[in-house]
């Protein structure tokens, strides 16, 4: 099974021709599109729809991403295995926000044949699903110890504070974290606040429940089903009242 994750939208043909280029050399794979409709280069969005979605697919899927694909042919995609399950794209940055410090490998496309990124993409998948993506069977991927990285989530004890970023605005307009609910409940239960950068005025949070609390007047952090920390407001649209968007610093800090 091969999943595909783009901003590139269906109005185009691009992921058509894509699917096409997988079926000439995969006619009996099957493809399953998870979104085409991500913010144009946004990588932390895609970073947090790819890892929060691939759990729900059996392991050996093959998640091809195409969003910030550089689209050279001097680009050299690169594989990564991690928790059963692979992941096909260019090294934007996205797999080091999606992954950071857990335990992958990763292989990196190393063959002369001259084309473009979508063909090599093409071709690794099906080396991958064919099982030749280990060095000892195929001269064509080598493995890489170094990926590109981006900021991560971080909590820092000695200042009592936890950064992280907006990752994601859902169809509800809530504000999605990349900060886990684990790493919130590791500085224990003490009073915090949590400002929300935009280019207006900061948004300042004072309260936090681990479900959609309708009695809950002001705006405040919950529990959202993917373990991240999410901005809401019952029945509001928060991301759009608080003009809150994709990228926005997020700072809590304890008591």
């Not at 099906?126 to 993506?133: C, D, E, P």
């Not at 991927?141 to 992280?164: C, D, V, W």
């Amino acid at each position: 099974m091969i999943t595909l994750l783009s901003d590139w939208k269906l109005r185009d043909p691009y992921v058509g021709i894509f699917k096409g280029q997988l079926l000439n050399l995969l006619p009996n794979i099957k493809i399953v599109d998870i979104t085409h409709s991500l913010e144009l280069g946004n990588l932390s969005q895609v970073a947090f729809i790819a890892k929060n979605s691939y759990p729900f697919f059996p392991k050996k899927t093959l998640h091809i991403i195409l969003s910030g694909l550089s689209f050279s042919s001097n680009t050299k995609p690169i594989l990564i295995v991690h928790d059963e399950h692979l992941f096909l794209g260019e090294d934007t940055g996205v797999f080091s926000i999606m992954f950071g410090t857990e335990n992958f490998e990763a292989y990196q496309y190393n063959s002369n044949i001259e084309i473009n990124v979508m063909e090599k993409l093409a071709l690794m998948a099906s080396w991958v699903i064919k099982g030749n993506y280990v060095e000892d069977t195929t001269p064509y991927m080598t493995l890489k110890f170094q990926l590109n990285n981006l900021s991560a989530p971080e909590y820092n004890t000695e200042r009592k504070l936890i950064t992280g970023k907006i990752a994601y605005i859902d169809s509800c307009c809530n504000a999605v974290t990349n900060i886990p609910i684990s790493m919130f409940e590791a500085a224990g239960e003490k009073p915090f606040t949590a400002l929300i950068s935009n280019d207006a005025r900061p948004l300042k949070i004072t309260r936090c429940h681990p479900f959609y609390n309708s009695r809950e007047s002001e705006v405040f952090l919950v529990y959202n089903r993917l373990g991240f920390l999410e901005v809401t407001l019952y029945d509001g649209n928060i991301a759009a009242l608080a003009d809150i968007k994709v990228g926005n610093n997020v700072e809590i800090q304890f008591e």
